[in-house]
């Protein structure tokens, strides 16, 4: 009889097989999904479109405050949780010291006006699918961080909880 076998075996074992089972199904809609915008009425927003030129415009005018870029589509579940987290840190912060933009690389942009049927937590762009690719974006959710002078102080993908952008930001907001 194998180890796992063993360990499975018996009224123990069964309920421990039954304790981790209850933990994946508790767990995994969780890990799939969670907090995305809530949603009401339709939607007012408009989303503009922007294109290399457009991001390196924002990075220009954010100059004087910490500027978080979030690149994300609405297809992408691990995109809709982190769309929570930044509404949180939008929160957290001033205006003056912080902004947070999210570009989507969804294919069009009925695909924001479907998603977001109340007004965005944050500011949301449409770049588009070829955008990603302008800055070798290869996966999402993808964050970049400027610190108030313009310069690029973070940039990898992955989806970030409230606490890990929070230690990552304040240190640039201060300076």
Known sequence: MTHAARLFSGPAGRRLFLALL???????????????????AQ??????????????NLIAESKGKVLLLCFWTTWCPSCRQEMGE???????????????????????????????????????????V???????IEAIPHLMIFDRDGKQAFNKPGAYPFAMLDGIIAGLAKG
């Open 43 to 56: 939607s007012q927003a408009s989303f503009a479109s922007l294109d290399e030129a457009g991001v390196k």
């Open 86 to 128: 930044l509404a949180k840190i939008r929160s957290a912060y001033k205006p003056e010291d912080l902004r947070v933009v999210a570009v989507s690389l969804d294919e069009n942009v009925g695909a924001l006006k479907s998603f977001f049927q109340s007004e965005p937590p944050v500011e949301v762009f449409f770049g588009g």
């Open 130 to 136: 070829g955008l990603g690719g302008v800055y070798g």
């Open 22 to 40: 209850l933990a994946v199904v508790v767990l995994f809609p969780a890990a799939c999904g969670g907090s995305e915008p809530p949603k009401k």
